[in-house]
């Protein structure tokens, strides 16, 4: 694991490139909530505050789902100030598992698009 920020400051334990797995990668997208995170977060092209992601759930769920994506190494998140920030580690993913992160958010927009989810 390393820190996401420098040391002395607010950090957040992510897997190395190397550590990540296709079955937790496979694991933290199946879940409708944090495979909505991870569109938003694509669709925002950068990093996105947990707040600018609209949730049908409580604050804490949130956060338990923004940790499986972060502990996965799908996403990488860092402080600013009091805001945690997130972005998806696409270059880490494609990397790995070539196409599959732009596979994942097409079949979701197709998905959503059939089932009038936007």
């Known amino acids: 694991m390393t820190p996401a920020t420098p040391s002395?400051?607010?950090?957040?334990?992510?897997?190395?490139?190397?550590d990540i797995r296709l079955a937790e990668v496979l694991h933290a997208l199946a879940d409708p909530v944090r495979l909505r995170i991870v569109r938003a977060i694509a669709a925002?092209?950068?990093?996105?505050?947990?707040?600018?992601?609209?949730?049908?759930?409580?604050k804490s769920t949130c956060t338990h789902h923004f940790r499986v994506l972060r502990e996965h190494g799908v996403i990488r998140q860092i402080y600013r100030g009091t805001a945690k920030m997130n972005a998806l580690r696409r270059a880490d993913l494609d990397a790995l598992f070539p196409g599959l992160l732009d596979d994942v958010l097409h079949a979701a927009d197709l998905q959503a698009r059939r089932l009038g989810d936007g």
């Open 8 to 18: 002395g400051s607010r950090s957040l334990d992510h897997p190395d490139r190397d």
């Open 44 to 58: 925002a092209d950068g990093e996105l505050n947990c707040a600018d992601v609209a949730l049908p759930v409580s």
